[in-house]
């Protein structure tokens, strides 16, 4: 699976910006799909994740309200909308898949595009 990420920039505080994420590959051992992020000193943290299997999704409380995961099936894309943004949201943000009965690390990553909130 390649996961290749667009959509990063320069934002001010309280803009807006939309990640999108475009799959390639079989899919097939793929259950789950998410955002994840990491800033410079940070670990890297989850942001959001949406279950292939189910209607399942799940945010995480920091971005809760403000950021909404979806994916569109027939053009396999994940995408990020990102609301409200803060300076603390400046972060490289990766797309990546999930592999059936494997963590999260051992899935497929993509190589990240960078969000500055900055005025």
């Known amino acids: 699976v390649q996961l290749v990420e667009s959509g990063g920039g320069l934002v001010q505080p309280g803009g807006s910006l939309r990640l999108s994420c475009a799959a390639s590959?079989?899919?097939?051992?793929?259950?789950?799909m998410g955002w994840w992020r990491q800033a410079p000193g940070s670990q890297r943290e989850w942001v959001a994740v949406?279950?292939?299997?189910?209607?399942?999704?799940a945010v995480a409380d920091s971005v809760e309200g403000r950021f909404t995961i979806s994916r569109d099936t027939a053009k396999n894309t994940l995408d990020l909308q990102m609301n409200d943004l803060k300076p603390e949201d400046t972060a490289m943000y990766y797309c990546?898949?999930?592999?059936?009965?494997?963590?999260?690390?051992?899935?497929?990553w993509g190589q990240g595009t960078q969000v500055t909130v900055s005025s």
């Open positions: 990546a898949a999930h592999k059936t009965g494997v963590s999260w690390d051992l899935g497929f």
């Open positions: 590959g079989s899919m097939n051992d793929i259950n789950a």
């Open positions: 949406i279950s292939l299997d189910d209607p399942g999704i």
